[in-house]
């Protein structure tokens, strides 16, 4: 069975960092990209960074280039979300998923949330004053 388990969230304040996890079950893990995005309250889910299946390929959304870094631990089967430097709009619920990618390059990272076909439940991510 194909799951994905995130770790990590909490209350943090503004400024402060939080190491989110994403533990990977039930498939060959270097197969898949494996993506982060986030849930904000009233808002839709957007992408927030990907990392290819090689780990050599990353992406960030304009949004948190520079205080976020992606990185994966294909003998762990895991992915780590790094953030640092939180805002009060980084607020949200943070999910990962994992979208096979084998058929092509180990480069290569999906460019739509459509080619992410394995989720996670989700971790909390809150930043406060």
């Known amino acids: 069975q194909l799951q994905l388990v995130e770790s990590g969230g909490g209350l943090v304040q503004i400024g402060g960092s939080l190491r989110l996890t994403c533990a990977t079950s039930?498939?060959?893990?270097?197969?898949?990209?494996i993506g982060w995005f986030r849930k904000a309250p009233g808002g839709e889910r957007e992408g927030v960074s990907s990392?290819?299946?090689?780990?050599?390929?990353?992406w960030y959304a304009d949004s948190v280039r520079g205080r976020f870094t992606i990185s994966r631990d294909n003998a762990k089967n895991e992915v780590t979300l790094q953030m640092n430097s939180l805002k009060s709009e980084d607020t949200a619920v943070y999910y990962c998923?994992?979208?096979?990618?084998?058929?092509?390059?180990?480069?290569?990272?999906?460019?739509?949330?459509?080619?992410?076909?394995?989720w996670g439940q989700g971790t909390q991510v809150t930043v406060s004053i």
């Open positions: 998923a994992a979208g096979y990618t084998n058929h092509r390059g180990p480069n290569y990272y999906p460019v739509s949330r459509d080619e992410y076909t394995v």
């Open positions: 990392i290819s299946r090689s780990g050599t390929t990353t």
């Open positions: 039930g498939f060959t893990f270097d197969h898949y990209a």
